[in-house]
């Protein structure tokens, strides 16, 4: 495997359960990321791991839940979600989260979540 | 205030043809930089091309350029030549050097079909 890998690629949940998205990179690198994309709207950041530490929260309600085991791995868990968080949630990796201006983001393909 | 502009929601372009995607921004940083981003219906974010708020020259990479001007405040996507895979959202982002989390801020995007 290489650069970011996330599973599943499709999800559909109910609002009473509880899954997890996984990502994965294989890059070296020390910083993950989620993001969220709904349709028509800019990509929203939702959390920031730097070497293992969270460094950002974006008012992320707590039904969503990351997890940063190392550096290579993140989670996000999910729990109690409503039909409006169907979206479709990158995750993607860099260096580090605080490199000057030019820090690029390798993303994985994402997971296409869809809550009933 | 939106930090970062994309006016062109979707365009149509015939192949072989350059296309220009434009791209404003607004920042009161001196050190900042900005990204191109490809997104084909697959989901995956593929970087195409950076340019530092320093850097005296426009970027290329390849077929794709990137038109920069200052003191306009706009970093619009140039690409060459245009191939049916390039039909995919071209997405704009932006990295302020003096902010202290460096988080990528987001155009809207623009969908780009190209026609044989």
């Known amino acids: 495997e290489t650069g970011v890998t996330q599973t599943p690629r499709h999800l559909v949940m109910g609002m009473t359960n509880k899954k997890s998205l996984k990502c994965e990179q294989h890059?070296?690198?020390?910083?993950m990321y989620w993001y969220k994309q709904s349709a028509k709207k800019p990509l929203e950041l939702m959390f920031v791991y730097n070497f293992k530490e969270q460094t950002e929260n974006n008012s992320v309600p707590s039904r969503f839940s990351p997890e940063c085991p190392n550096s290579s791995h993140l989670f996000l868990h999910l729990h109690t979600l409503q039909p409006e968080d169907s979206a479709l949630y990158l995750c993607?990796?860099?260096?580090?989260?605080?490199?000057?201006?030019?820090?690029?983001?390798?993303f994985g393909p994402g997971t296409r979540l869809t809550v009933l | 205030a939106q930090k970062i502009t994309q006016t062109q929601p979707g365009m149509f372009v015939q192949e072989k043809e350059a296309v220009t995607l434009d791209c404003t921004y607004d920042?009161?940083?001196?050190?900042?930089?900005l990204f191109w981003y490809k997104q084909p219906s697959s989901g995956e974010m593929i970087f195409l091309i950076y340019?530092?708020?320093?850097d005296q020259q426009n970027a290329t990479e390849g077929r794709y350029s990137l038109n920069f001007q200052k003191a306009r405040k706009s970093a619009n996507l140039v690409i060459s030549a245009s191939q049916l895979g390039d039909s995919a959202m071209y997405f704009c982002a932006m990295r302020e050097g003096m902010d202290s989390n460096y988080q990528l801020i987001w155009g809207a995007g623009t969908k780009l079909i190209i026609k044989p």
């Open positions: 993607a990796s860099s260096q580090d989260s605080l490199r000057g201006p030019y820090n690029e983001q390798f």
């Open positions: 920042t009161s940083d001196p050190s900042y930089g």
């Open positions: 340019q530092g708020s320093y």
């Open positions: 890059l070296g690198h020390n910083a």
